[in-house]
């Protein structure tokens, strides 16, 4: 991720706990992904475990520090979340006071089973990871993570092997690793041939469509799972979508709205696993969350929208 910013004004006009209780399928709805009642869901081609395909970010628009007010909005966002039935939370020791907002949210609802817990290590001293890793999930009130993540690469060598010996010994469920933005896509591709990893995150948008080429389809080879990051840009996407009517073709995949047509753009992909949206609003959380619902674009409707967007 980039160095953080402080937080935009407004979305610019849009984790020991058994295995058994992360039990996928939950929802009687999400055996059937693409009727118009249904959920979409992917599984972890690692474990076969199966999540919904929209879960939640909180690179800034959880760092609201001590705010009581701002804390206790973010935990209605994170209780429409769950009762919409998302299952995967995303965050990193970088996104400022994120994670004991997470924590907070997770301690108001009760910690919901549901919980799939996605966090990242991000030190370059090493010998600092362990006890970065304990800091983050003290913060969350989690037993143990579910997925533990290399934050855009830094010191991966090192970090990577011992990831994988605390999923060996059962402290993590899932190892990965992040990039955002597009940067050192041939360092991730040389990771993703040559390491045991179970999940990638990357950027992959309407506009930023440089995954496609090879990530995506060395992930359907290797069988790791893939996370979206970015997938409104930070907003901006939808900031120069908001200027422009819905096309015809929206109303044909059940969008009404421009957030809906960018996230279903990405999770439509038959390699991405689950996008990371962030926002703070409860309103904008089920509009993004109504994204895994109804028909999606097959491979020839994706090329429409993302030609027909750049054109915009």
């Not at 996605?118 to 010998?127: E, F, P, T, Y």
Request: charged share 20%; hydrophobic share 45%; aromatic share 6%.
């Amino acid at each position: 991720m980039p160095t953080p910013q402080p937080p935009r004004p407004n979305r610019r006009r849009w984790l020991a706990a058994a295995t058994a209780s992360l039990a996928p399928l939950a929802w009687p709805a999400l055996a059937q992904p693409n009727t118009a009642a249904s959920v979409l869901v992917r599984r972890i081609p690692s474990s076969g475990e199966a999540i919904p395909a929209v879960g939640l970010g909180t690179w800034i628009t959880f760092n609201v520090g001590n705010d009581p007010k701002a804390r206790d909005a973010c935990a209605e966002v994170v209780r429409a979340f769950f009762a919409a039935g998302g299952r995967l939370i995303d965050s990193s020791p970088m996104y400022g006071s994120s994670q004991p907002v997470i924590g907070h949210a997770l301690a108001k609802l009760g910690r919901p089973a549901a919980l799939l817990s996605a966090d990242k290590v991000w030190v370059g001293d090493v010998s600092r990871g362990i006890a970065q890793m304990e800091a983050s999930r003290a913060f969350w009130g989690v037993p143990r993570f579910d997925l533990m993540q290399v934050h855009n690469l830094l010191a991966w060598e090192e970090h990577l092997p011992r990831l994988l010996e605390m999923k060996a010994a059962g402290r993590l469920r899932y190892v990965g690793i992040s990039t955002s933005e597009g940067r050192r896509h041939a360092e991730l591709e040389r990771i993703m041939r040559t390491q045991k990893i179970d999940f990638v995150q990357l950027t992959h948008n309407l506009l930023d469509r440089e995954a496609e080429q090879r990530l995506l389809l060395l992930a359907q080879e290797r069988g790791i799972a893939v996370l979206v990051n970015r997938p409104f840009r930070q907003g901006a996407l939808l900031d120069q979508l908001a200027r422009h009517p819905l096309p015809g073709w929206a109303s044909e995949i059940g969008c009404d709205s421009w957030a809906q047509v960018a996230l279903k753009f990405v999770v439509s992909h038959p390699a991405v696993t689950c996008a990371i949206p962030a926002t703070s609003q409860v309103a904008h959380l089920r509009q993004n969350m109504g994204a895994a619902l109804g028909p999606m674009p097959d491979a020839a409707l994706r090329e429409r929208m993302a030609r027909d967007v750049a054109a915009l």
